[in-house]
């Protein structure tokens, strides 16, 4: 089965009133674990690779040729999106040709007028070639590959400039942050989504930060038109913590529990755990 672009998939969702899942990868080990999930959920997936993975993993090109060997040889029936995270105007350009099949051009920090001009370049390109577009107004908090925001809040008359140019979907700083959130975290700021909603239509939105946000802030988001919401740090601190457990109950000292295979694999299981409780709260499962 060949990538698909994000933009079907989220039009459905967006229709149906559900959200998919975009789970980033960092090695072979997460791709398979999330792929293998989303077979087992009947869920459509969106596996996100940003700037720096791409760089861990030898490439864009090799990220590209090794999810779609997985895909075949796993035999995933699913719709999977390779999608470029909070990609520059150079990556954007690269991921087009290395395979991916749908980019986020990320243009926040930039002024309105250039992220505009820059935005409908990219929008152009990769439509000619069948490829989704994200596009990103009001930077969001925390850190994504050297991209710092604050937690800003998006304005709705910029965000439907940017829909206008024909971008397929779009993420909208509404108070959300990457990684980890204070405990002071006012929550998300649902009256500007609800007006982001309003102004841009049945365009599919896009949350980012994903992890921390409780269920029902995620399940009203998605009432008001997300329908792409982002996972990572949430992934990493469930493989992290397993693996951690792993060495303090000395089991790589046990057989052969020092091989690599052996210590990734109990790694593996939390991330598809993760994958799955996501899938239930967004509502995807079965979806495919």
């Not at 999106?81 to 290395?98: P, V, W």
Request: with cysteine; hydrophobic share 40%.
């Amino acid at each position: 089965m060949k990538l698909v672009s994000a933009r079907d998939m989220l039009q459905t969702a967006r229709k149906e009133g559900y959200a998919v899942g975009q789970f980033n990868i960092n090695n072979l080990e997460w791709t398979k674990a999330i792929l293998e999930t989303a077979q087992e959920m009947r869920s459509p997936v969106i596996l996100g690779c940003s700037g720096g993975a791409g760089k861990y993993m030898g490439g864009f090109k090799t990220v590209a040729s090794m999810v779609q060997a997985m895909v075949e040889s796993l035999k995933i029936t699913v719709p999977v999106c390779l999608h470029l995270d909070h990609g520059s105007y150079e990556q954007a350009i690269e991921c087009m040709d290395a395979g991916f099949s749908s980019v986020m051009f990320d243009g926040s920090h930039y002024p309105i007028a250039e992220n505009i001009q820059k935005t409908k370049e990219i929008v152009a390109m990769a439509h000619a070639k069948g490829i989704s577009v994200e596009a990103e107004v009001g930077a969001i908090g925390g850190e994504e590959d050297g991209i710092i925001g604050n937690g800003e809040v998006a304005d709705p008359q910029e965000c439907k400039l940017i829909a206008d140019l024909g971008v397929d979907l779009l993420a909208a700083g509404i108070g959300n942050i990457h990684g980890s959130y204070p405990a002071d975290w006012p929550g998300l700021r649902l009256d500007v989504l609800k007006e982001v909603q309003q102004l841009t239509g049945q365009m599919p939105l896009v949350l980012h930060g994903g992890t921390g946000i409780p269920a029902a802030m995620i399940q009203e988001s998605i009432a008001l038109g997300v329908s792409k919401i982002n996972v990572n740090t949430e992934l990493q601190y469930a493989f992290a913590q397993t693996l951690r457990e792993y060495f303090e109950q000395g089991k790589d000292k046990i057989g052969k529990g020092f091989d690599p295979r052996k210590i990734i694999a109990p790694g593996m299981e939390s991330i598809k755990a993760t994958v799955k409780e996501k899938m239930t709260i967004f509502g995807s499962i079965n979806r495919a």
